[in-house]
């Protein structure tokens, strides 16, 4: 009985423990963006996690610089405030920046306000495989024992998780506030990278010549960031977690189909067909 009691209140203790813990982070975040000074130049990529966010950074730097690819770590030439609030980083480091900066950003809807400065551009991927892709993210880096089904539940299933997959994707697509956003897929960059390269540049006002398209092939392929994968990885927070040496993993499309059962499909696709069908025509806007 007693061994009952101490087991039970150590989970409810770390369960307040992991909360108190979020209430922290997103008060240091909050903190950040107190002082993170807004630019009129400022290219936002907001995405869901795992849908091709490091690739339109390493295509963006290469659009918008002469592409020079000798950083340590992309965060150095495109941050991700998010992180670096919660690594305590200065936000001065940020704000010193030179323009125009291409900001990551994996923040809800309401996050950005009406009067933003800046541009978004919205990377989308195919969400059963952001299942996948995010299955392998969390049993890599955070729970090795987490399985396929329990992952599907947490981030697809779960109405109310904050990073439910089909209510960050809807009210970023439906984009009630009108915030200046161009769409693009995950897809769309592995098909036809040309033409969606030109939709970027004339969203930018870029000049798009044959030297800066090959630059962005040779430096935003699967291959050369596979081989620089460190420059591209996650930053563990902690010394104790380990380095996550799978972050430019595979890189295909249709892998979700496999992993997915036939109930989890069906649930995808009901759910797909009333939250996100209704807004794909923006994929194709100009
Ligand atoms: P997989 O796990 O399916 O391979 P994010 O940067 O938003 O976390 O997305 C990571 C996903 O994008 C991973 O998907 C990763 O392999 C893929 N990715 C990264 N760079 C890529 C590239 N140049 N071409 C295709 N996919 C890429």
Wanted: without cysteine.
């Amino acid at each position: 009985m007693y061994k009952k009691i101490i087991t039970l209140l150590e989970r409810w203790l770390v369960k307040i423990y992991k909360k108190l813990e979020d209430v922290i982070l997103e008060l240091r975040h909050q903190l950040y963006f107190m002082d993170f000074e807004e630019r009129e130049s400022d290219i936002f990529i907001v995405t869901y996690l795992k849908s091709g966010t490091t690739w339109m950074q390493v295509i963006l730097h290469n659009l918008v610089t002469e592409g020079n690819m000798d950083f340590n770590h992309i965060y150095d030439v495109s941050p991700w405030p998010k992180n670096q609030s919660f690594l305590g980083e200065p936000v001065e480091k940020i704000n010193s920046l030179p323009e125009p900066r291409i900001i990551k950003s994996h923040d809800d809807y309401a996050f950005f306000n009406k009067e933003m400065k800046g541009k978004i551009i919205y990377v989308f991927r195919d969400g059963k495989d952001v299942a996948v892709s995010l299955y392998h993210h969390h049993k890599n880096y955070k729970d090795p024992d987490i399985t396929f089904d329990e992952n599907f539940e947490e981030f697809f299933t779960k109405e109310k998780a904050v990073m439910n997959w089909f209510k960050f994707n809807k009210e970023w697509l439906e984009n009630k506030k009108d915030l200046p956003v161009l769409y693009v897929t995950y897809e769309q960059l592995k098909n036809d990278l040309d033409k969606t390269l030109e939709r970027i540049a004339r969203y930018l006002n870029l000049n798009l010549t044959e030297e800066i398209i090959n630059r962005v092939k040779t430096h935003a392929s699967f291959e050369y960031m596979k081989t620089h994968e460190s420059k591209f990885g996650l930053v563990p927070p902690v010394e104790e977690k380990k380095v996550y040496n799978e972050f430019i993993r595979k890189g295909k499309s249709g892998e979700g189909k496999v992993y997915m059962n036939a109930q989890q499909d069906e649930f995808f696709e009901k759910k797909y067909a009333e939250y996100i069908k209704p807004f794909i025509n923006k994929f194709e806007s100009k």
